[in-house]
């Protein structure tokens, strides 16, 4: 992309970015929450490219300045300088462009969403939900590490250890911008803590990342929500036993994609609050039907790409985890480690950070940057 024509994408945006300065100033829109919480959003996201805009034009200036020196004064010390800025200035523009091409690209509204994660145990059996158990160490670990907050909603321990399924809330900044690279098939390849002859077993479990809903994102009529509490069961002393504070709900939603109406049963044990568990079960129930409704959203940018990093079918299988080998690769973007202990442990970010480089490439392509 040449740079005026670069500047004229630049100098669009710089409009847009004072009319939404407006905006957000006005009665009307500050009294619409759900379009004030959009503007806002889009105000942060020009603002940091008219502050690129901004560099990018000081530096052609620079440029041209010091050019005119060079041709017009005779001082020495003058000309010097005057090299030393084309230099300088020369060497930051490729580096600011690609910066800017970043930001052109149009953000997942998502992203900036916490995330509720669900991993189930696939085929495998026992050694399927030892596998999820694993990964669900893996990402809190990950968590801790960037100082998010992990919630677990509700789980179902399988036999042998692990879980055979497991929901948890993650919460902190762009959380779901990073983490939905997660969705999809992890395999697992080792010797089953159950398996006497010493053969390696092919197991499996399911991530699903969903961003997770704010209240005006859905529309939910509370009072055909039907209300069910229980005595939750696991660890927790004598309250666990006596007290009612399990909550479960269900819900008759009409999907408006396909027509069909489904039931949504969501059960969470998260906390000893009665209150608290209500309250986290429907933010697991907006969710739901958020996601649902964004599915559409979804395959159409699926439809558009050759191939996919972060979003489209869930079932695809997206790594293997070799413990013989000590090899994790992820088979989006062939990416291979041999520090799968590492990885396991929580040191995850280097793939994601490849995750997400593999993904502006396609997206620059999409927008021709």
């Not at 997400?356 to 392509?365: F, G, L, Q, S, T």
Request: with cysteine.
């Amino acid at each position: 992309m040449s740079q005026n024509s670069l500047l004229e994408k630049l100098d669009g945006l710089v409009a847009r970015f004072e009319e939404v300065s407006t905006l957000i100033t006005d009665p009307s829109v500050i009294s619409d929450m759900n379009r004030y919480v959009r503007l806002n959003k889009e105000y942060r996201d020009l603002e940091l490219i008219v502050n690129a805009q901004k560099e990018y034009k000081g530096l052609l200036d620079g440029i041209m300045e010091a050019k005119a020196i060079l041709e017009n004064d005779n001082d020495p010390e003058m000309r010097e300088m005057a090299k030393e800025e084309i230099d300088t200035n020369n060497a930051r523009i490729p580096v600011l462009e690609e910066e800017i091409k970043l930001l052109l690209i149009p953000a997942d509204p998502e992203d900036d969403k916490n995330a509720i994660v669900e991993i189930r145990g696939g085929a495998g059996g026992d050694e399927a939900s030892i596998f999820a158990g694993d990964l669900f160490k893996m990402y809190s670990k990950y968590c801790e590490t960037k100082g998010w907050k992990v919630e677990v909603s509700s789980f179902n321990e399988g036999t042998a250890g692990g879980f055979k399924e497991i929901v948890f809330s993650v919460t902190g900044d762009k959380v779901y911008g990073t983490l939905k690279y997660e969705s999809g098939v992890h395999r697992v390849q080792r010797v089953p803590q159950t398996e006497t002859q010493g053969r390696v077993h092919t197991s499996a479990a399911s991530v699903a990342v969903l961003p997770e809903a704010e209240e005006f994102d859905v529309v939910i009529n509370e009072g055909e929500i039907k209300w069910d509490t229980f005595r939750s069961g696991g660890a927790g002393g004598q309250n666990v036993n006596k007290v009612e504070s399990g909550v479960r709900l269900r819900y008759m939603w009409k999907n408006p994609n396909t027509g069909e109406t489904d039931e949504i049963l969501i059960e969470c044990t998260e906390t000893r609050d009665q209150p608290k568990n209500k309250a986290r079960a429907l933010a697991r129930l907006r969710t739901y039907i958020y996601d649902k409704e964004h599915q559409k959203y979804i395959d159409d940018i699926a439809s558009r790409r050759k191939t996919m990093v972060s979003t489209g079918d869930r079932s695809a299988k997206i790594r293997t985890y070799n413990y013989p080998q000590g090899r994790m690769t992820d088979h989006r973007i062939n990416y291979t480690i041999y520090n799968l202990p590492a990885f396991m442990g929580g040191d995850i970010q280097d793939c994601i950070d490849k995750l997400i480089v593999a993904e502006n490439a396609e997206r620059m392509k999409e927008n021709e940057l």
